[in-house]
């Protein structure tokens, strides 16, 4: 029933809460104000802009990353702004601060469902993806059936990825689950 085909929106349903209208997706990249802002605020330049595959655009600007420290900007067909950086480029606690920043400012019409933290590890034509991602998600607008199971004194356990869908909102425990990479 909800306009829109992504993540956060398909939860979202499943909880009861039906959106209107569809969360905006970026096919050619975010406006130009939008990335001016968000470099102004971390105090660097970002590279990339546009749609992309996660491994690919890790594969492709890496290197430029690794030179630079300028994180990666990218989104998909879904409504996100996802940010990767190598691990020893700029640490965990600075990527996530990053994505809180990009939360903070993409609101109303740009209000993506999800930041994305997209952090990898490597050398240059092997570069990979760590378990160290996080979702930063847009908070429900109003109560969802998990509000409603806490408020009546049950728990609401989310595991993996499902409290950051939910940005916290409704859920009593979480689980993080961790994915071990192989090869």
């Known amino acids: 029933m909800s306009k829109g085909k992504d993540t956060t929106t398909g939860h979202w349903e499943i909880s009861g809460l039906i959106l209107e209208k569809a969360f905006p997706t970026y096919p050619n990249g975010f406006p130009k104000e939008i990335i001016e802002e968000f470099e102004s605020k971390i105090g660097r330049k970002v590279i990339g802009n546009k749609p992309a595959s996660g491994t690919a655009i890790i594969q492709e600007l890496g290197d430029e990353h690794v030179k630079t420290g300028y994180p990666i900007v990218y989104t998909s067909a879904d409504s996100v702004f996802q940010i990767a950086a190598h691990e020893e480029v700029i640490p965990l606690e600075e990527l996530y601060r990053m994505c809180q920043i990009a939360r903070d400012m993409l609101k109303d019409e740009h209000g993506v469902g999800r930041v994305i933290a997209r952090p990898f590890i490597g050398t240059s034509g092997n570069y990979k993806r760590t378990p160290n991602r996080r979702d930063f998600s847009m908070k429900p607008f109003k109560k969802t059936l998990l509000n409603y199971i806490a408020e009546n004194g049950m728990d609401v356990c989310a595991v993996g990825k499902i409290e950051d869908i939910f940005g916290g909102y409704g859920i009593t ?11």
């Open 173 to 183: 425990k979480a689980v993080h689950t961790k994915i071990i990479w192989m090869g």
